[in-house]
Nanobody, 124 residues
Framework: QLQLVESGGGLVQPGGSLRLSCAAS????????IGWFRQAPGKEREGIACISSSGGGITYADSVKGRFAISRDNAKNTVYLQMNSLKPEDTAVYYCAARNLFIGCSDYRLYRYWGQGTQVTVSS
């Protein structure tokens, strides 16, 4: 059973940067499309960045386009989310998730494997 673990969250000031990591155990990430999702209190889970198994397909939510970058290193069994120019509205729990085929980030319910999440708080 593929297990995902997120890391790299924390408290950062507006305009700052963080890099989240999604590491796998119990299997390899290589065959899977990976998505980063976030959920703020009282809001629905939102897909923000997704990447195909090869890395050749990438989609971003409009809310993060130009500020966030998703990448993967299959040799290290890890997917990254570089977050720059962070805003208070980026505050949320961030999750990574995996599925067999790349479909973008439109529907989190189509992702099969999930990590436990990492808190990102953007505040001065």
């Amino acid at each position: 059973q593929l297990q995902l673990v997120e890391s790299g969250g924390g408290l950062v000031q507006p305009g700052g940067s963080l890099r989240l990591s999604c590491a796998a155990s119990g299997g390899t990430l290589g065959p899977y499309a990976i998505g980063w999702f976030r959920q703020a209190p009282g809001k629905e889970r939102e897909g923000i960045a997704c990447i195909s198994s090869s890395g050749g397909g990438i989609t971003y939510a409009d809310s993060v386009k130009g500020r966030f970058a998703i990448s993967r290193d299959n040799a290290k069994n890890t997917v990254y989310l570089q977050m720059n120019s962070l805003k208070p509205e980026d505050t949320a729990v961030y999750y990574c998730a995996a599925r067999n085929l790349f479909i973008g980030c439109s529907d989190y319910r189509l992702y099969r494997y999930w990590g436990q999440g990492t808190q990102v708080t953007v505040s001065s």
